[in-house]
C-alpha cells in the first residue's frame, strides 16, 4: 500500500488504534525519543509542546513521524491573523496530525488559519482551538479580566471556534457534556487525563480515561503517568486495556 502513495500520504493513513495522545513533555530530543522507542505507535499518537519543539525545532517532529507517530504539534499559536495562519501552514508542512491555536485570538484569527488549511496542498493537520487552560479556576480567570466560571468561557470560545470553522477544541473533560451539547460537530482534546490513583500535579479539572471518554472526549492527553512509569509500556498498555 506504501507504494501507492508519496510520503506524507502514507503517514497520514492512521494506524493508530487507540484515542491516547502521549505528551513528550521533555527539555532534549534523546528523552523524548528514549520514550518514544518504548511506545507502539498503534497503541498512542505523541504530543510535542513549547519546550520540546523549542528544543529541537522541526527535527523533532521528522523524526517522530519517521518512527510511525502521528504528532500532535501543541504550540498553542496566538498571534494577529496572518502571522498565526502562516505558523499553522508552516506545521501543515512539517506533516503534523494535529495542530492547535487559542481561540482566545479571536474569530477572525481562527478563519485564517482555517483558510489557509483550506488552500494548502497536501494532507491537511487537524486544526484545534484552546479555550481555557485545565490549569485555569474562576479566581485565575477574574486576574485577567474575566470573573466567570471557566465552562461558561468555554462556551464563548467554542461557539468561535464553530463559526471559525475549527475541527475541535482543547478542554477539560468536566466540559466536555456541555461541549458536546452545544458543539457536537466539534473532536475534542482532553488534557489533564489522570488514571485512578494518580497525582493531579499542577492540573485542577482532571477525570480519569475512561470517564473522559464516557463524558464525550474524542482524544486524551496523557503525560506523567506514562512518561514517569517504571515501564512506559507498561503503562500505556494498562490505559489502553482500561478504556476497553
Not at 64 to 80: N, P, S, T, W, Y
Not at 171 to 183: H, I, N, R
Request: a negative charge.
Amino acid at each position: 500500500m506504501r507504494a501507492e502513495f508519496g510520503p506524507l500520504e502514507s503517514y497520514f493513513m492512521s494506524v493508530c488504534q487507540t484515542p491516547i495522545i502521549v505528551a513528550l513533555d521533555f527539555p532534549t530530543r534523546e528523552a523524548a525519543l528514549a520514550l518514544a522507542d518504548q511506545l507502539d505507535p498503534k497503541l498512542c499518537r505523541v504530543k510535542v509542546g513549547k519546550e520540546l519543539f523549542t528544543s529541537c525545532a522541526s527535527d523533532i517532529v521528522t523524526t517522530l513521524r519517521d518512527r510511525g507517530f502521528e504528532v500532535f504539534l501543541d504550540l498553542k499559536f496566538h498571534d494577529i491573523p496572518n502571522t498565526t495562519a502562516m505558523a499553522v501552514k508552516a506545521a501543515a508542512e512539517m506533516g503534523v496530525w494535529m495542530v492547535n491555536v487559542h481561540c482566545s485570538g479571536g474569530l477572525r484569527m481562527m478563519s485564517a488559519c482555517r483558510e489557509v488549511l483550506d488552500s494548502f496542498n497536501g494532507p491537511v493537520p487537524l486544526l484545534i482551538g484552546v479555550t481555557v487552560l485545565t490549569s485555569m479556576e474562576r479566581e485565575d480567570l477574574a486576574g485577567i479580566g474575566l470573573d466567570i466560571e471557566p465552562q461558561e468561557q468555554v462556551l464563548r470560545l467554542a461557539a468561535l471556534a464553530h463559526k471559525a470553522g475549527m475541527d475541535g477544541l482543547v478542554c477539560s473533560a468536566l466540559e466536555a457534556p456541555a461541549l458536546k451539547a452545544a458543539q457536537p460537530g466539534l473532536q475534542l482534546v482532553t488534557p489533564g487525563i489522570r488514571p485512578a490513583g494518580s497525582a493531579q500535579d499542577d492540573q485542577r479539572r482532571i477525570l480519569t480515561p475512561r470517564q473522559a471518554l464516557d463524558a464525550g472526549s474524542d482524544y486524551l492527553v496523557i503525560g506523567r503517568p506514562i512518561s514517569q512509569a517504571a515501564d512506559p509500556a507498561a503503562a500505556l498498555a494498562k490505559l489502553v486495556a482500561e478504556l476497553g
